[in-house]
């Protein structure tokens, strides 16, 4: 609750136990992980205006009204920050573009989540990964359209989008 409460800072850092990805008995179980980043708070400006319209997105999903959850928590900022340093389950396997914590329902339901975009972990899985492959398997005529931007971007819509979503699959997964 109160990571979420924090504002006007230019360090942060998550420390916590978050993602159930380790534990694949019953996917309970929460690892811990951190992350200490540097905000960016000029490419965080730009992205304000994604926030507002969180809600929106989420009235015009195509699923019935009954499936759609209005009373979560309302804050849902967008941090654009350059990672410094990684712990425990942010080691392991592929390195994370972007998180959206806290995964606690509770503090989802009363406070919202936040997104935090680590832009320097962008520019390198860019430049390292994506534009070479897409020189050998895209047409030349092609690669005008292999943008950082859009790479960027990509991710930033996946989370959101997962906002509108995550209340969804919880209730799915509670039913089954």
Not at 49 to 67: G, M, S, V
Request: aromatic fraction near 12%.
């Amino acid at each position: 609750m109160d990571w979420m409460d924090l504002k006007d800072h230019n360090i942060e850092v998550v420390i916590g136990p978050y993602e159930v990805y380790e534990d694949e008995m019953f996917n309970y179980k929460a690892s811990f992980e951190s992350f200490v980043t540097i905000k960016d708070p000029v490419e965080t400006k730009k992205l304000e205006i994604f926030a507002k319209y969180l809600t929106d997105i989420e009235k015009n999903l195509p699923l019935d009204d009954k499936h759609k959850n209005y009373t979560r928590g309302s804050e849902s900022p967008i941090v654009v920050a350059n990672e410094v340093f990684t712990a425990g389950d942010t080691k392991a396997g592929v390195q994370t573009l972007a998180f959206n914590l806290p995964n606690d329902e509770r503090v989802r339901q009363a406070k919202g989540s936040k997104k935090v975009m680590l832009k320097n972990v962008h520019e390198a899985k860019f430049e390292k990964l994506l534009k070479p492959i897409a020189e050998i398997v895209l047409a030349s005529d092609q690669l005008k359209h292999v943008t950082f931007d859009a790479f960027f971007n990509h991710t930033l819509m996946h989370k959101c989008l997962l906002w509108c979503w995550s209340w969804l699959y919880k209730s799915k997964r509670q039913r089954h």
